[in-house]
């Protein structure tokens, strides 16, 4: 469970990047977050696994506030929290397999991490991990040589090595085509659905929010203006949540 309570963000040059937030996640949650660019969208994202650092109120993350953790706990909550991000964040020289690999980095020391002295045991989750993303063939590619859609499932592969309960994913189809979009939301959804992984979503294509979450939650100036079930978010609620922009859209799909 991700807990929201009265979470601010106020950025050093004054710009509020989130206000009043209070919001509860549950467990097994798909949730799509989405608004205008500026409305907070990656600022909320990035406090859960405090990439951002609010400025006032709490998160707290399964009775643990993430928000006062000193540096070792705060290692071990993130352990529990995988990200996917639109630019990929691989190493790009390295294969497939080691990039999957690095999902257990959390879980040893340091000396072992520089070493990289994994067990058998992480590369037989590895090996999994990229036959459930239909990945099983690439394990000794470089990830520089596969395509933007491909790299998106090795990061998810990497949360699942990872062992994660909660996987946040920062604009994951933003750079890519409408199939290989399609595909990268249907792979987060079956992990949802098979595994009760806890997805959220920040996403800028509404049809793709309402066809893939559970849940939409819309924000706009920084502030939650909408929070319900993806099916009975509305066209007079989007026009809310988007104003002149969703107006221009809707006319231009009409023409």
Known sequence: ???????????????????????????????????????GKSTLLRSINRL???TGGEIVINGESITTANKKKLREIRRNIGL????????????????VLSGRLGYYSTWKSIFGLFTQADYEKTALALDQVGLSDKLHTRSDELSGGQQQRVLIARALVQQADIILADEPVASLD?????????DLKEINQ???????????????????????IALKSGEVVFDGDAKSLTAAQLSEIYGKAYEKEVAANAD
């Open 52 to 54: 951002v650092t609010t």
């Open 178 to 186: 409408p199939v290989t979009a399609e595909k990268v939301m249907t």
């Open 84 to 99: 996917i991000s639109q630019s990929f964040n691989l190493v790009k020289r390295s294969t497939v397999q080691k990039n």
């Open 1 to 39: 469970m991700i807990e929201f309570k009265n979470v601010a963000k106020v950025y050093p040059n004054g710009v509020k990047g989130l206000q009043n937030i209070n919001l509860t996640i549950e467990d097994g949650d798909f949730v799509a977050i989405i608004g205008l660019s500026g409305a």
């Open 194 to 216: 098979t595994l009760n992984k806890t997805i959220i979503v920040n996403i800028h294509s509404v049809p793709l929010a309402k066809k893939y979450a559970s849940r939409i």
